[in-house]
């Protein structure tokens, strides 16, 4: 299974980005996806996650009410819409997956390399 960010960039605080996730290897319903950011000096952080079927999903405090996490089924493709950014939204996001079905795990095994946002004020 093999994960691959894109969409960051730089952009002014209250401006929107979209992230995506392509993934590949394994059937797409079968995975949970999640996002996570890192930002210098600091560890990784949760940020968003959606089930592999899409009806559950959870998000950071810190980001509720401007990310939206969706599937795109025709793509195998996970977006992160981000609005109303901040400048401490900016950091190295990372796109992770694990099996869900037909067994769950709970262990974010597989990640990307990661995409950077950067957020101006």
């Known amino acids: 299974v093999q994960v691959v960010e894109s969409g960051g960039g730089s952009v002014q605080a209250g401006e929107s980005l979209r992230l995506s996730c392509a993934t590949s290897?394994?059937?797409?319903?079968?995975?949970?996806v999640a996002w996570f950011r890192q930002a210098p000096g600091k560890e990784r952080e949760f940020v968003a996650r959606?089930?592999?079927?899409?009806?559950?999903?959870d998000y950071a405090d810190s980001v509720k009410g401007r990310f939206t996490i969706s599937r795109d089924r025709d793509r195998n493709t996970v977006n992160l819409q981000m609005n109303y950014l901040k400048p401490e939204d900016a950091g190295l996001y990372y796109c992770?997956?694990?099996?869900?079905?037909?067994?769950?795990?709970?262990?974010?095994?597989?990640w990307g390399r990661g995409t950077h946002v950067t957020v101006l004020s």
């Open positions: 290897g394994r059937t797409f319903s079968t995975l949970g």
């Open positions: 992770a997956a694990r099996i869900e079905r037909p067994f769950p795990t709970e262990k974010w095994a597989i």
């Open positions: 959606v089930s592999s079927s899409g009806y559950e999903s």
